[in-house]
């Protein structure tokens, strides 16, 4: 940490004020993003965040690599949810070329978006209560979370980094027996939100600690551009699942959370009852799930043929490689989309530029962490220095899709 001391005015006429850096070393920075505090005292009067600590060129490598390649660097951007992401950049891209999945890969790909919602939720709630001293509501969450990463697991191989969607579909299908460990799950969940809940929801320190805290009121957070929890917990009665509705958002019987708090409290209420109405369009998905392919036609040459066809049959062979050549692969048609889905932290965008090529002439990536970050000298400004990691907590800043 650096120091920095001036003399400047302040109310009770002239004092000194200190420069603090808060980050990027700081714990609740996760080395990723560094404060620059101005302190009276312990008090908060200004707050300069810097970011570009884990720049890693997202958005130029959506340039270079083609529209199946890029969802490898699409699960990197949000590493709490990655799953997210990958559905958002696909449902850009096949926005762009006219596509129309599968039913039961728009169900799918649900039942994967809430999955991942619940897990982010689960983050972002035990690790606000870890920095502020809670350490049990932490471990409650990522015991749940284990049980998300083997279904994800099962679905596609990989518990982390997915890369499960594809152009004009998945992957690969769910296995047998997927549903049903996915209901067991869902079986499970609602207790352990029960014990989350008992544990910080009426906690007086926890309480303390989140409640009047970085108050953003309605008209501040629609000013910031706020999106998904932040906003919500702020009384902007705005879902996307809800207000643009995408893959079959509008067949599922789910409320939207509203606070008015706007404050660390109100958010951390609001994340939790976005579980509990995941849950619901969890259930819904699953009675529902249609049977049939989860990818299109592979005759329409928009997707990679199944493997028994490519390693059978001639045909398969030769229609495979066309696809991963990049002079034989599909064209898509020249012009620009912008598609955004409601991710966990809020709004989650894809712009993309074609010019008739296998890959994006510009890609460009709306993320809600961004935005978020910049509204962190309203939230704090005024506050102590011990409030900054409740807020920062709130926030649940991902610092890759922040600096892109």
Same mark, same amino acid.
Not at 5 to 25: M, S
Not at 271 to 279: C, H, I, K, N, T
């Given at each position: !940490?650096?120091y920095d /001391?001036?003399?400047?005015?302040?109310?009770?006429?002239? =004092?000194?004020v200190?420069? #603090?850096?808060? =980050?990027?070393q700081h714990p609740?920075?996760?080395?990723?993003?560094?404060?620059? #505090?101005?302190?009276?005292g312990?008090?908060?009067?200004k707050?300069? %965040?810097?970011?570009?600590?884990?720049h890693? @060129?997202?958005?130029? #490598?959506?340039?270079?690599l083609?529209?199946?390649?890029?969802?490898?660097?699409?699960?990197?951007?949000? $590493?709490?949810s990655? /799953?997210?992401?990958?559905?958002a950049?696909?449902?850009?891209?096949e926005?762009?070329m =006219?596509?129309?999945?599968t039913?039961?890969?728009?169900f799918?790909?649900?039942i994967?978006?809430?999955?991942?919602?619940?897990?982010?939720h689960?983050?972002?709630?035990?690790?606000?209560?870890?920095?502020?001293g809670?350490?049990?509501p932490?471990? $409650?969450g990522?015991?749940?979370?284990?049980m998300?990463y083997?279904?994800?697991?099962?679905?596609?191989?990989?518990?982390?980094?997915?890369?499960y969607?594809?152009? @004009?579909?998945?992957?690969?299908?769910?296995?047998?027996?997927?549903?049903? &460990?996915?209901?067991?799950?869902?079986g499970?969940?609602?207790?352990?939100?029960?014990?989350?809940?008992?544990l910080?929801?009426?906690?007086?320190?926890?309480?303390?600690?989140?409640k009047?805290?970085?108050?953003v009121?309605?008209?501040?957070?629609?000013?910031?551009s706020?999106t998904g929890?932040?906003?919500?917990a702020?009384?902007?009665?705005?879902?996307?699942?809800?207000?643009?509705?995408?893959?079959?958002?509008?067949?599922?019987?789910?409320?939207?959370?509203?606070a008015? @708090?706007?404050?660390?409290?109100?958010r $951390? #209420?609001? &994340?939790?009852?976005? !579980?509990?109405q995941?849950?619901? *369009?969890?259930?819904?998905?699953?009675?529902?799930?249609?049977?049939?392919?989860?990818?299109?036609?592979p005759?329409?040459? !928009?997707?990679?043929?199944p493997?028994?066809?490519?390693?059978?049959?001639?045909?398969?062979?030769i229609?495979?490689f066309? !696809?991963?050549? %990049?002079?034989?692969?599909?064209?898509?048609?020249?012009?620009?989309?912008y598609?955004?889905?409601?991710?966990?932290?809020?709004?989650?965008g894809f712009?993309?530029?074609?010019d008739g090529?296998?890959?994006?002439?510009?890609a460009?990536?709306?993320?809600?962490?961004?935005?978020h970050?910049q509204?962190?000298?309203l939230? *704090?400004?005024?506050?102590?220095?011990s409030?900054v990691?409740?807020?920062? @907590?709130?926030l649940?800043?991902?610092?890759?899709e922040?600096?892109?």
């Amino acid at each position: !940490m650096a120091y920095d /001391l001036e003399k400047v005015r302040t109310d009770d006429g002239l =004092g000194e004020v200190w420069t #603090l850096n808060f =980050g990027p070393q700081h714990p609740a920075t996760h080395t990723t993003i560094r404060l620059v #505090l101005k302190l009276d005292g312990e008090k908060v009067v200004k707050c300069t %965040p810097h970011i570009g600590y884990l720049h890693s @060129g997202f958005e130029k #490598l959506g340039e270079d690599l083609d529209f199946n390649q890029y969802v490898v660097v699409t699960d990197r951007m949000n $590493y709490v949810s990655p /799953l997210a992401n990958n559905i958002a950049w696909h449902g850009t891209v096949e926005r762009l070329m =006219g596509i129309e999945v599968t039913p039961r890969c728009r169900f799918l790909r649900v039942i994967m978006a809430e999955l991942s919602r619940i897990s982010d939720h689960l983050l972002s709630v035990g690790a606000a209560a870890l920095d502020l001293g809670a350490f049990t509501p932490f471990l $409650y969450g990522f015991y749940e979370r284990e049980m998300i990463y083997d279904l994800f697991e099962l679905a596609c191989g990989h518990r982390f980094t997915n890369s499960y969607t594809r152009v @004009g579909g998945l992957s690969q299908d769910i296995p047998d027996g997927w549903v049903d &460990r996915c209901r067991v799950f869902c079986g499970r969940l609602p207790k352990a939100l029960d014990d989350i809940e008992s544990l910080l929801t009426t906690n007086r320190i926890f309480v303390d600690r989140t409640k009047g805290i970085g108050v953003v009121s309605r008209d501040e957070a629609i000013a910031w551009s706020l999106t998904g929890p932040l906003a919500r917990a702020s009384g902007v009665r705005r879902d996307l699942r809800k207000d643009e509705p995408y893959l079959c958002y509008e067949e599922f019987d789910f409320k939207v959370p509203i606070a008015t @708090g706007g404050d660390c409290y109100a958010r $951390y #209420l609001v &994340r939790v009852e976005e !579980m509990r109405q995941s849950l619901r *369009i969890l259930e819904q998905a699953l009675d529902k799930l249609p049977v049939g392919p989860v990818s299109v036609d592979p005759n329409t040459k !928009m997707t990679l043929p199944p493997k028994r066809e490519v390693y059978g049959s001639i045909e398969g062979l030769i229609h495979h490689f066309e !696809m991963i050549m %990049p002079n034989r692969s599909f064209t898509p048609p020249l012009g620009e989309v912008y598609h955004a889905n409601e991710t966990a932290n809020g709004e989650l965008g894809f712009f993309i530029v074609s010019d008739g090529g296998p890959r994006a002439y510009r890609a460009r990536c709306r993320p809600p962490s961004f935005l978020h970050m910049q509204a962190m000298p309203l939230m *704090i400004e005024g506050h102590q220095i011990s409030d900054v990691v409740a807020v920062l @907590g709130s926030l649940n800043i991902i610092a890759a899709e922040l600096d892109r």
